[in-house]
């Protein structure tokens, strides 16, 4: 029996093995002001900025405001057959229904995508929470508390994001390229905003890594081993 092709399919399937982690995480179990909070796990440092306090265990809002944190291990830039997920419960507490909050993917102290409720708009994935922001996405409407993930994925050309929350999920929206996210904002754009909030944030990645030099070496000695032998 030529043991060649299983040796080959084994190193392969080795080299390729997903590769899953929990970026970052935070559930605000310490009630107070967010500012300056170093719960949770995975991230640089504490939250920045922003008039967010922690009541309860959920990051409520008080004015138009914005707080951020970076990610511990730098940068996500998300790869071939990569799987980014980020999940948080939404918190729509507020009798005024155009005042929103939401959370900004990060990228090198800027921000491309926002997912929640946008100021006197819809709900989903737009590119800022404004009142001029564009839609990318939207779910049919926009209860009071819901949970909302997001998986990212990369084919090579094109990245996709698809939404879902506790009643919907939402056709992929696609951009050329890919994203990279180093950090997660938590934003509300209306000064009276008081009471929309987040829980339970959690970033997540399942990551398919390139074949390994090691197992590349391996490979070609292998190679050269049976191409001597015929």
Known sequence: MNKLPLTLTAL????????AATVASDNFASDGALA???????????????NFTVTSGQALAGGATTATRLFNGGAI????????TISFDLILAETFSGRGVGIQLLDSGG??????KRQNGSYGLHDNG???????????????NQTITTVITYDGANTSFVLSDN????????????VTVDGIGI?????????????????DLVAVPEPSASVLIGLGGIVLIMSRRK
């Not at 830039?77 to 980014?84: E, F, W, Y």
């Not at 921000?111 to 929640?116: L, N, Q, S, T, V």
């Open 12 to 19: 392969l399937s080795l080299s390729a093995i997903s590769q």
């Open 187 to 203: 934003q509300t754009l209306h000064t009276g905003t008081n009471g929309n909030g987040i829980d339970n944030l959690s970033v």
């Open 167 to 178: 009643n919907e999920t939402l056709t992929a929206y696609s951009v050329a390229g890919q």
């Open 36 to 50: 300056g909070q170093t719960g949770g796990t995975g991230w640089s440092g504490a939250w920045t900025g922003g």
């Open 77 to 84: 830039t998300v790869g071939t057959n990569d799987t980014l």
């Open 130 to 144: 404004g009142t001029g922001g564009a839609d990318f996405a939207s779910f049919a409407s926009a209860p009071i």
């Open 111 to 116: 921000f491309d995508y926002y997912i929640g």
